[in-house]
T-cell receptor, first 112, second 110 residues
Framework: NAGVTQTPKFQVLKTGQSMTLQCAQD?????MSWYRQDPGMGLRLIHY???????DQGEVPNGYNVSRSTTEDFPLRLLSAAPSQTSVYFC???????????FGPGTRLTVT | DQQVKQNSPSLSVQEGRISILNCDYT??????FLWYKKYPAEGPTFLIS?????DKNEDGRFTVFLNKSAKHLSLHIVPSQPGDSAVYFC?????????FGAGTRLTVKP
C-alpha cells in the first residue's frame, strides 16, 4: 500500500498561473480532503469529498476547485494563483468523515 | 474565527516526565476529537481519538481526557521520550466539518 501520495512535492508559480495538485490513495477510502497549513493557523480545510462525484466546500475554498471522478483521485486546482496561496498543502483520506485520516507528505507551494 | 485553540505554541519537558498538551474548542456541535502528530517535512499522523460520550481514552503512553462542560481536551504522554518531539495538532469533528488547532511544538530533552 502506497497510502496517500501527492505530487509535486515543491512548486513555484507566478501570480495568475494555474496548476493542479495531484492526490491519490489506494486504501479505498470514501472520504478525501485538502488542507492548507500556514504558520500559527494549523490545518484549514479547503474542500472535501464523501465519495466519487460528491464534493463540498470547507473553511477556505475560495480560489480552489476540486473534482472526484474516481474513489482514488482527488485533484486540487488553483485557478489563478495569488501570493496568499503560498502554503503547504496536505491531502488526506479516511473511511468516514471524522475518522482517522491518513495524510500525504504535502506539497510546498510558493506563489511569487 | 478559530473554533479550536491550542494556546501553547511550544512545550519543553524532560525525558521520562509527563507531557500535557491542551486544546479548547468553542463549538458545541463537535462530537469527536482527535490528536495528530507531525514531524518536519511529513504529513500528520493519527495518534488517538475520543468520542464526546467518553471522558477518557488511553492507548499505551498516550491518554486523552475530555471535559465537555469546559469544552477542553488534553493529551497526556507519560513517560515522554525524545522521539515524541514533534508538533501536535488537536482536531474536532462535527456535521462533516473538521477543525484543527494551530499546533503545539513538543520538545522532549534527553
Amino acid at each position: 500500500n502506497a497510502g496517500v501520495t501527492q505530487t509535486p512535492k515543491f512548486q513555484v508559480l507566478k501570480t495568475g498561473q494555474s496548476m493542479t495538485l495531484q492526490c491519490a490513495q489506494d486504501m479505498n477510502h470514501e472520504y478525501m480532503s485538502w488542507y492548507r497549513q500556514d504558520p500559527g493557523m494549523g490545518l484549514r480545510l479547503i474542500h472535501y469529498s464523501v465519495g466519487a462525484g460528491i464534493t463540498d466546500q470547507g473553511e477556505v475554498p475560495n480560489g480552489y476547485n476540486v473534482s472526484r471522478s474516481t474513489t482514488e483521485d482527488f485533484p486540487l486546482r488553483l485557478l489563478s494563483a495569488a501570493p496568499s496561496q503560498t502554503s503547504v498543502y496536505f491531502c488526506a483520506s479516511s473511511f468516514t468523515v471524522g475518522g482517522e485520516q491518513y495524510f500525504g507528505p504535502g506539497t510546498r507551494l510558493t506563489v511569487t | 474565527d478559530q473554533q479550536v485553540k491550542q494556546n501553547s505554541p511550544s512545550l519543553s519537558v524532560q525525558e521520562g516526565r509527563i507531557s500535557i498538551l491542551n486544546c479548547d474548542y468553542t463549538n458545541s456541535m463537535f462530537d469527536y476529537f482527535l490528536w495528530y502528530k507531525k514531524y518536519p517535512a511529513e504529513g500528520p499522523t493519527f495518534l488517538i481519538s475520543i468520542s464526546s460520550i467518553k471522558d477518557k481514552n488511553e492507548d499505551g503512553r498516550f491518554t486523552v481526557f475530555l471535559n465537555k462542560s469546559a469544552k477542553h481536551l488534553s493529551l497526556h504522554i507519560v513517560p515522554s521520550q525524545p522521539g515524541d518531539s514533534a508538533v501536535y495538532f488537536c482536531a474536532a469533528v462535527g456535521n462533516n466539518d473538521m477543525r484543527f488547532g494551530a499546533g503545539t511544538r513538543l520538545t522532549v530533552k534527553p
